[in-house]
């Protein structure tokens, strides 16, 4: 996977039938949109609605897409499970797969565990998996998963898995810890992802390699365009209008309203449906959110051929 500053990397929102079963088929069709607008795929995180998906239905969705033509190198799946053997049965079918790393949350049930015990977790998930080729990002998410990865922690991981331990999401919402770890680790061999695009540009220039980012489910274009012309002149105006989208969408709940957006701009009523225990936004919410994206002239090109196939 490119190490160099510029990547973007979509959690993809994961679409669902009436009886709530995946839809294999538009997965893979939005995939393909988000990588035709320069966007890699950050498949099964949290804004992909991973914890409501099996196992089974994560190995089948990345088989889809790999049978799909997605290229294996624009894949991150998430796998970190609670359970050290689901972590390596997903984490072994993406190596296998050629994906270019996984995403991999701490266990996050239990809470006010130390580092002991999450350097020995992530430890058997590598030993076991047993692969020179896998590339683990670490992902500190601590405002849902509440289970930190403490900067010790992830010397102590780096130090042990040379060349494993690859680099990191933070979503912990904190520029200064961002800029900790980059000051601390980012390099060639570690790249640190901004947890929102909120950010891109502070970690690009800082040293960073990119964000991770939900709504790059909906503004792809945008956010890899701002990621792959940063030093221009007017890098910060563009940074601006990306959190002026990013403000909007935050007003709801983020899942359903990616969802309620995409339904709107693809045509695909069923976009909109998400698993229990999140709740689709209401058709008067959903309105204004589409009323406010359309007063700001903005568009999901391409967005309908995909979903219809």
């Known amino acids: 996977m490119s190490q160099t500053r510029g990547d973007v990397w979509s ?10 079963a995946a839809d294999i088929r538009r997965f893979v069709a939005h995939c393909q949109w988000l990588v035709s607008h320069r966007v890699g795929l950050a ?7 991973a914890n409501s998906l099996t196992v089974g239905e994560k190995q089948q969705l990345l088989g889809a897409l790999v049978e799909g033509g997605v290229d294996p190198a624009r894949l991150m799946p998430g796998t970190g499970q ?15 797969a050629g994906c270019a790393g996984v995403l991999m949350l701490p266990p996050f049930y239990y809470k006010g565990v130390s580092d002991e015990g999450l350097f020995r977790f992530y430890s058997e998930v590598i030993e076991r998996v047993g692969d020179s080729r896998l590339r683990l990002y670490l992902y500190h998410i601590p ?15 780096r130090d042990a898995f040379p060349g494993t331990i690859a680099g990191i999401k933070d979503s912990g919402g904190d520029w200064s810890h961002t800029q900790a770890l980059i000051d ?3 390099g060639d061999d570690f ?4 947890g929102s695009e909120r950010f891109l540009l502070d970690t690009l220039r800082a040293g960073g390699a990119g964000c991770i980012s939900a709504t790059a489910n909906v503004n792809p274009g945008a956010i890899a365009g701002l990621a792959a012309s940063w030093q221009v002149e007017d890098a910060d105006d563009r940074q601006q209008a990306l959190n002026v989208l990013r403000d909007l969408f935050e007003r709801y709940p983020l899942i359903p309203a990616m969802k309620a957006a995409t339904a709107h701009f693809s045509g695909v009523a069923d976009w909109r449906r998400v698993r229990p225990p999140l709740v689709e936004l209401d058709d008067e919410r959903a309105a204004t959110l589409v009323s406010s994206l359309e007063e700001m002239g903005f568009r999901m090109e391409g967005l309908g051929a995909a979903s219809h196939g």
Request: proline letters at 7%.
């Open 184 to 186: 601390s680790f980012a």
């Open 191 to 194: 790249a640190v992802y901004a």
């Open 143 to 157: 405002p849902v998963a509440q289970v930190p990865l403490s900067l010790e922690l992830i010397e102590r991981l």
């Open 11 to 20: 959690p993809v929102i994961t679409p669902f039938g009436a009886d709530l």
């Open 82 to 96: 609670c359970a050290i053997g689901d972590s390596v049965a997903l984490t072994r079918e993406a190596v296998a």
């Open 43 to 49: 498949v099964f995180g949290t804004n992909s609605e």
